[in-house]
Nanobody, 116 residues
Framework: QVQLVESGGGLVQVGGSLRLSCAAS????????MGWFRRPPGKKREFVAG????????SYSDSVKGRFTVSRDNAKNTVYLQMNSLKPEDTAVYYC?????????WGQGTQVTVSS
């Protein structure tokens, strides 16, 4: 059974940084491109960033480009999201899953709240 466990969220002030982690189990992690998604309050879930299986190719939404960096460690079955220069509009529950197609049940996510 595939499990995706996100962690690293919290409360941070505008301009601050956070590093999110997503630990995957039950799958051959290095075979999959992985993505980060988020659900802002009252809105639909949206794509944030994606990384190919080798880590050599990444993609970002326009709203986070230049501020967020996605990376992965295939030996640890973990994908990361470094978030810098955080803004109030980054407030959301953050999730990981395969990308671009979502293949597995969503995890519980990790809450990120940016206060102004």
């Amino acid at each position: 059974q595939v499990q995706l466990v996100e962690s690293g969220g919290g409360l941070v002030q505008v301009g601050g940084s956070l590093r999110l982690s997503c630990a995957a189990s039950g799958l051959n992690f290095s075979n999959y491109a992985m993505g980060w998604f988020r659900r802002p309050p009252g809105k639909k879930r949206e794509f944030v960033a994606g990384i190919r299986w080798s880590g050599g190719s990444t993609s970002y939404s326009d709203s986070v480009k230049g501020r967020f960096t996605v990376s992965r460690d295939n030996a640890k079955n973990t994908v990361y999201l470094q978030m810098n220069s955080l803004k109030p509009e980054d407030t959301a529950v953050y999730y990981c899953n395969t990308w671009p197609g979502v293949r597995f049940t969503w995890g519980q996510g990790t809450q990120v709240t940016v206060s102004s």
